[in-house]
């Protein structure tokens, strides 16, 4: 389960279609020394296009980092969760983030979008006559499961989003400030 809302592929396929045409203009330049490369221009043409290459090249890594920013700092840590459904059995959830220690990481992951997402989504648990907005949502953090490094359960990886542009949550419930405790 992934709970993040970036569109990755969405923005890495304008990328490739971009790759795609950039190759297919080099090949056609190249077509016509095909079988004499070494006529006239055919050097003047592959350093052209290798000019081009390298420039295509800076421009992808440059939007690959604002896609996935730098590496977040410190180590990864997984912070246990239980949701709503725990009244009916479900079992925890698990969230991996960056940080110098526990307490840190938990600190990040209350920013996170992904988290404030998975957050409105226990909020919708309850039904609309017993839903009180001024309460805070119905979660329980698990400090005896969470610790430093990644678990081996199913989890929601959110270092990528870590590392993304600061998240500025609009209208998400109540977090729970006792995970900071």
Do not use: C
């Not at 989890?155 to 977090?175: I, K, M, T, W, Y």
């Amino acid at each position: 389960m992934n709970l993040t809302r970036t569109d990755y592929v969405g923005q890495i396929r304008p990328l490739l279609a971009q790759y795609d045409a950039l190759t297919a203009t080099h090949d056609y330049r190249l077509s016509e020394f095909e079988g004499d490369e070494t006529r006239e221009g055919y050097g003047d043409t592959r350093f052209s296009n290798s000019l081009e290459a390298e420039a295509f090249l800076a421009q992808l890594v440059t939007h690959l980092r604002t896609l996935v920013g730098d590496p977040p700092p410190g180590t990864a840590h997984t912070l246990s969760f239980e949701g709503v459904n725990r009244h009916d059995g479900e079992g925890e959830f698990y969230f991996v983030v960056n940080g110098t220690d526990l307490r840190d990481a938990a600190r990040t992951l209350l920013t996170l979008p992904g988290f404030h997402y998975w957050i409105s989504e226990q909020a919708t648990y309850v039904p609309d006559d017993e839903r009180d907005d001024s309460a805070p949502v119905d979660v329980l953090y698990l400090p005896d499961k969470s610790h430093p490094g990644v678990t081996r359960f199913p989890h929601d990886d959110l270092r990528s989003e870590q590392s993304a542009p600061v998240f500025a949550p609009g209208n998400v419930p109540a977090l729970p400030l006792s995970i900071l405790d």
